[in-house]
C-alpha cells in the first residue's frame, strides 16, 4: 500500500462581477443590515450567463496544474464536486477533462451537494492510497446563480458562484490526509433540495409555473441540522486522527453562514482567530467553498509544512463530511 495523499497545489477561480447585499436591495424585499446579521455575507460573485461550470472548474484546475508544475496528460483522474453541473449528463468532470487536455485522465461527477468537495478528496484518496491512481485532479465548481430564485429572498441573498481545485499525490514524508468521517441522512432530503427537474418530477408547464426548478430550502431546520452535524462529525474524525482541537492551525468550514461556523466554534471550544472564513466576499458557493479557502490560506502564506487542517461540511441530502489533513 501507497501511503496517503497530499495536496501538492491549489487554484481558483471567481467570476469578475460582484453582487452586493446593496444590488440585492433592489432586487427583493431585503436589506444589507438583515443579510449581514443573519449571515455575515456583504457580496458574491456571479458568472457570466454563457459562464458554465465546466468553464470556471477549468480556469481553477489550470491553475493547480500551472502551480504544481505537471503536465495535464499525467492526471491519472478527475473528480469534479457539483450540484450545479453544465448538463444532467455527460458529466461536468468530461468537460473539463477535455478543456485542460487532460487525455489520459479517467473522468466522473460526484454529487453530495456542500460537501461534495471532501467526498471527492476521500474518494480520491482510496485510488492514491491503494496504489492506483498517481495524479488526481479534484475540482469543487458551482454556478449556484442558475439553481436560485432571484425573486425568493429566502435564498437568494445566501449563495454565489466560483471554483477551486486541488491536485493530490502521495508526498514522501508528509502524512497527508490523516482521518476523514462521512454521513447523510436521506430521511431529511426536503428540505434542502430542487424538487423539478429529475425523473421524479420532470420540467413541465406545471413545474415551471410553481418554480419547482429552483432551490427551495427550510432555513431554520437545514441551520439546526448544519450545527450539529459539522460538530459531531469534527469530532469523530479529530478522535480518528488522534488529534485535539488545540493541534490544528486550520479549521475551514462550510461557507454557508457565520452565525453556523460560531456555533461551531464555541462547541468545540476553537477561537474564531483558528477559522478560515471568506463567505463575507462569496457567500455560500457549496462544493467550491473548501477549495476556494484552501486556495486563498495558502496563496496568503499561512499554510506550512507539517500544519494540521481540518475541514468540515454540510450540505443537502443531507450530507456532511470531515477530513483532518496535515499540510
Ligand atoms: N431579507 C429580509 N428578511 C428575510 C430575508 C431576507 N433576505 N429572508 C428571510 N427573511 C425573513 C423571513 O421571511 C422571516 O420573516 P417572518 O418572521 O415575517 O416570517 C424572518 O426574516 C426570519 O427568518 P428566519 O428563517 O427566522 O431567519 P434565520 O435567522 O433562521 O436566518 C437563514 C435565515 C439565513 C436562511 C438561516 O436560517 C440559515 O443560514 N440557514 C442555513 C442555510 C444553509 O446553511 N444552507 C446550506 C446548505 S446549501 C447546499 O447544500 C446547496
Partial sequence: MSSHSSIISTGAYLPERILTNEDLEKMVDTSNEWILSRTGIRERRIADKDEFTSDMGARAAEQAIQSADIDPKTIDLIIVATCTPDNVFPSTACYIQHKIGA????????????????????TADQFISGGVYRTILIIGTEKLSSIVNWQDRNTCVLFGDGAGAVILQS???????????????????EILSIPAGGCRLPITPEALDQQLQYLQMSGKEVFKCAVTAMNRSAETCLEKAGCKPEHLRWIIPHQANFRIVDAVAQRLNVSMEHFVINLDRYGNTSAACMPICLHETAMAGKLDRGDLLLMVAFGGGLTWASVVLEW
Fill in 171 to 189: 508526498r514522501p514524508g508528509v502524512r497527508g490526509l490523516l482521518a476523514y468521517d462521512l454521513g447523510a441522512d436521506g430521511a431529511q432530503t
Fill in 103 to 122: 487525455t489520459r485522465a479517467a473522468a466522473f461527477d460526484i454529487q453530495a451537494a456542500c460537501s461534495g468537495f471532501l467526498y471527492a478528496l476521500v
